[in-house]
C-alpha cells in the first residue's frame, strides 16, 4: 500500500533555479494539498485541489504554482528558488469534506542556498 | 487568540506513564478534530480521528474532544519508547476543505 508519495525526499536548489516536487497517491482521492512545516511553526497549506483540473490557494501561495490534470498526480513547481522557500514540503490527500481524514507522504526536504 | 493552540513541550516521561496531550481552539466551527504522530523526519500518521464532542479509544490512546470548553485531549497510557515523537492537533470545520494544525508537542518517552 503505498498511499501519498513524494520525491526527490532531499533536494538543494541555488537561488534563483527552479524545480518540481512531485505528489502521486493511489487511494482514489479527491482531494489533495500541498502543506510547508518550518521549525516550530506548524504546517501551513500553500495550494489544495478539489479534483483533476481544479486548484485553489492556501495561506501561503506565493512563489508556488501547482497543476491537477489528473486525480493521481499533483505537482508543486518552484520557479525562482528564494531562501524563504527553505521548508520540509508535505504532501497529502483525502476523499473530501467530511468524508475522512488527510493523509500524508514523508515529505521532500529542501535547501535553498 | 491563535486558532488552535498547543504547548510545544518539550515533554519527557518515564515508560509506562501515562501521557496528557491537549489543545485548545477558538472557532466554535470546528467539527472534525484529529491527532496526528510525527516521527523525525517523516509525515505525519494519523492516529484519531473524531467528529464533535465525546471519547474515543483505540488501544492505548484516547481522544477526547469537549466542544463547550473548546478542549481536545490525547491520553497515551502505558507509554512506550517508541511512542517517542511529535503529536499534531488538526482541526476542521464541516464543509470546509482545510485543516488548521497547532504547532505540535514533542514527546519523548525514557526507558
Known amino acids: 500500500n503505498a498511499g501519498v508519495t513524494q520525491t526527490p525526499k532531499f533536494r538543494i536548489l541555488k537561488i534563483g533555479q527552479s524545480m518540481t516536487l512531485q505528489c502521486t497517491q493511489d487511494m482514489n482521492h479527491n482531494y489533495m494539498y500541498w502543506y510547508r512545516q518550518d521549525p516550530g511553526m506548524g504546517l501551513k497549506l500553500i495550494y489544495y485541489?478539489?479534483?483533476?483540473?481544479?486548484?485553489d490557494k492556501g495561506e501561503v501561495p506565493n512563489g508556488y504554482n501547482v497543476s491537477r490534470s489528473t486525480t493521481e498526480d499533483f505537482p508543486l513547481r518552484l520557479e525562482l528558488a528564494a531562501p524563504s522557500q527553505t521548508s520540509v514540503y508535505f504532501c497529502?490527500?483525502?476523499f473530501g469534506q467530511g468524508n475522512g481524514p488527510q493523509h500524508f507522504g514523508d515529505g521532500t526536504r529542501l535547501s535553498i542556498l | 487568540q491563535k486558532e488552535v493552540e498547543q504547548d510545544p513541550g518539550p515533554l519527557s516521561v518515564p515508560e509506562g506513564a501515562i501521557v496528557s496531550l491537549n489543545c485548545t481552539y477558538s472557532?466554535?466551527?470546528?467539527?472534525?478534530f484529529m491527532w496526528y504522530r510525527q516521527y523525525s523526519r517523516k509525515g505525519p500518521e494519523l492516529l484519531m480521528y473524531?467528529?464533535?464532542?465525546g471519547n474515543k479509544e483505540d488501544g492505548r490512546f484516547t481522544a477526547q474532544v469537549d466542544k463547550s470548553s473548546k478542549y481536545i485531549s490525547l491520553f497515551i497510557r502505558d507509554s512506550q519508547p517508541s511512542d517517542s515523537a511529535t503529536y499534531l492537533c488538526?482541526?476542521?470545520?464541516?464543509?470546509?476543505?482545510?485543516?488548521?494544525f497547532g504547532k505540535g508537542t514533542k514527546l519523548t518517552v525514557n526507558p
Open positions: 488538526a482541526m476542521q470545520q464541516g464543509g470546509s476543505e482545510k485543516l488548521v
Open positions: 473524531t467528529y464533535s464532542s
Open positions: 485541489s478539489v479534483g483533476a483540473g481544479i486548484t
Open positions: 497529502a490527500s483525502s
Open positions: 472557532n466554535s466551527a470546528f467539527q472534525y
